[in-house]
T-cell receptor, first 116, second 112 residues
Framework: EAQVTQNPRYLITVTGKKLTVTCSQNMNHEYMSWYRQDPGLGLRQIYY???????DKGDVPEGYKVSRKEKRNFPLILESPSPNQTSLYFC???????????????FGNGTRLTVT | GNSVTQMEGPVTLSEEAFLTINCTYT??????LFWYVQYPGEGLQLLLK?????DKGSNKGFEATYRKETTSFHLEKGSVQVSDSAVYFCALQGNTGNQFYFGTGTSLTVIP
């Protein structure tokens, strides 16, 4: 089954303790991206990747890191989490972003992160 | 810059009522426009899309027309069902193709 898999689904951590949220897709997609969803703000793009070893900042990259060493994986790293990073996070992928008309974004089911 | 504004919710309708969710956008150039739907506990799924002025996207009885003159992409459905209860997001893809901008989402509840 074609899917985007995020882990974990729920995560509670403390300020400053490094964490990684994993994202994996099995569709051979070139493009992957991370979003955070907050009430009243909708989804905001954190980082995106056009292909292996090609990443760039979205609208809200501060406090986050990403890497794209393999095509299928795009982990989100919070090196020193803070309470304002408490949010619902989504990973998404598409075959090629520039061809989104024929290749829509496929989303994972989300990771709810709480930083205390 | 690019941005999307959609009507505040929540919206509650009776089954078979007409639905409109307003969406307007600000963008440079000619963005592609989308509606995504999010069911409880799930990620977003593409509902419909349009890439140029006057295009009409449609799917599952939902429709939206890309109106460049009013910079709008309103979502409509003639007769909603209980199963349509979800959160709906309007989105645009920026000119570079790499960045996507989403509205704040509109929660729809359809009651029998």
């Amino acid at each position: 089954e074609a899917q985007v898999t995020q882990n974990p689904r729920y995560l509670i951590t403390v300020t400053g303790k490094k964490l990684t949220v994993t994202c994996s897709q099995n569709m051979n997609h070139e493009y992957m991206s991370w979003y955070r969803q907050d009430p009243g703000l909708g989804l905001r793009q954190i980082y995106y990747s056009m292909n292996v070893e090609v990443t760039d900042k979205g609208d809200v990259p501060e406090g986050y890191k990403v890497s794209r060493k393999e095509k299928r994986n795009f982990p989100l790293i919070l090196e020193s989490p803070s309470p304002n990073q408490t949010s619902l996070y989504f990973c998404a992928s598409s075959l090629r972003a520039v061809d989104s008309y024929n290749s829509p974004l496929h989303f994972g089911n989300g990771t709810r992160l709480t930083v205390t | 810059g690019n941005s999307v504004t959609q009507m505040e919710g929540p919206v509650t309708l009776s089954e078979e009522a007409f639905l409109t969710i307003n969406c307007t956008y600000t963008a440079t150039g000619y963005p592609s426009l989308f509606w995504y739907v999010q069911y409880p506990g799930e990620g977003l799924q593409l509902l419909l899309k349009a890439t140029k002025a006057d295009d009409k996207g449609s799917n599952k009885g939902f429709e939206a027309t890309y109106r460049k003159e009013t910079t709008s992409f309103h979502l409509e459905k003639g007769s909603v069902q209980v199963s349509d209860s979800a959160v709906y997001f309007c989105a645009l893809q920026g000119n570079t193709g790499n960045q996507f901008y989403f509205g704040t989402g509109t929660s729809l509840t359809v009651i029998p």
